[in-house]
């Protein structure tokens, strides 16, 4: 089976490696100066703390007629829409791992129907001296989610559920995947807020007033959510709806100062502020229009 990461970010070489490692033809799509250091080392990563590489394809282009079971798209928020232009002319199926709520018609619009399955990753980390440090996170917290769009055939998400589960990567299928995006966001977007504002980001979760604030917000959020949907996904979300103020202040705290946070939380909020600055004007510019 033949696979195609379009991005050789953090998530993108993470499942690269994973993938490769359960014995799939995996090929990762890179640009710039990411592109020169694969090229010239190949995909290096920690695991166990030992140095390890991945013997993934490295491509610079894209040919029009090379087909791939699916393309895995792992790529920003604002670099969505221009791969997808540069991917319409292909005719593989597309599992868009990307944080956004926006109307998945508009991506079909561009590469035509049928064609997207959006998803989501569950993984975090970073690239350091240009060496893959990451994991997945707890299946408990946040498995590889995806689901179909309207009258979605169920070969496809079957056949990508069988791809997850031989590579050991923990999955979820959810029957509204933009209702559970908008979820997403109504919860990274106030936690990276809390780190945009905090005196000291690292030290986000020791500042009680601004954990107050983020409890507050998420409250927020997802009582609109609940209010307009009439109901949040995933189920466990319903922590942000009925638990106490306070009781989810210290909660939050106590995840912030964690190296939990710091690794699936801190590091990408620090590292994609734009993305998350633009995000944060999508959610509530959205909120705002059901008003």
């Avoid at 069988?162 to 209702?179: Q, T």
């Avoid at 106030?190 to 979760?205: F, S, V």
Wanted: with cysteine; hydrophobic share 40%; glycine share 6%.
């Amino acid at each position: 089976m033949r696979l195609l990461i379009y991005g050789a970010g953090v998530i993108g070489s993470l499942y690269a490696v994973l993938l490769k490692k359960a014995g799939f033809d995996v090929s990762i799509y890179a640009r710039g100066r990411r592109l020169a250091m694969l090229k010239s080392r190949g995909l290096l990563y920690y695991e166990n703390n030992k140095l390890r590489k991945s013997k993934v394809k490295v491509l610079k282009e894209l040919k029009r007629d090379d087909k791939y079971d699916f393309i895995f798209l792992t790529v920003r928020e604002n670099q969505l829409y221009a791969a997808l232009e540069e991917l319409k002319y292909n005719n593989s199926d597309i599992v868009t791992m990307v944080n956004s709520i926006d109307d998945y018609r508009n991506w079909e619009d561009i590469c035509g129907k049928g064609r997207i399955i959006p998803a989501f990753p569950g993984a975090g980390g970073s690239i350091r001296n240009d060496i893959l440090d990451a994991a997945l996170t707890p299946s408990f917290v946040q498995p590889t989610t995806f689901g179909k769009i309207s009258r979605e055939k169920t070969v496809r998400i079957n056949k990508l559920a069988g791809i997850f589960k031989k590579a050991k990567i923990p999955y979820k299928i959810v029957d509204d995947m933009h209702l559970w995006q908008i979820c997403h966001l109504a919860m990274v977007v106030p936690i990276a807020d809390a780190y945009y504002e905090a005196k000291y980001p690292k030290r986000a979760g020791y500042e009680h007033k601004l954990m107050l604030k983020t409890a507050k917000r998420l409250k927020r959020n997802f009582n609109f959510i609940k209010l307009w949907h009439g109901r949040v996904l995933p189920r466990k979300f319903n922590i942000f709806l009925y638990a106490p103020t306070w009781l989810l202040a210290t909660v939050i705290a106590f995840i912030f100062r964690s190296s939990f946070a710091y690794k699936f939380m801190y590091q990408h909020s620090m590292k994609a502020k734009d993305e998350m600055n633009n995000l944060h004007k999508q959610l509530y510019a959205y909120m705002k229009s059901k008003l």
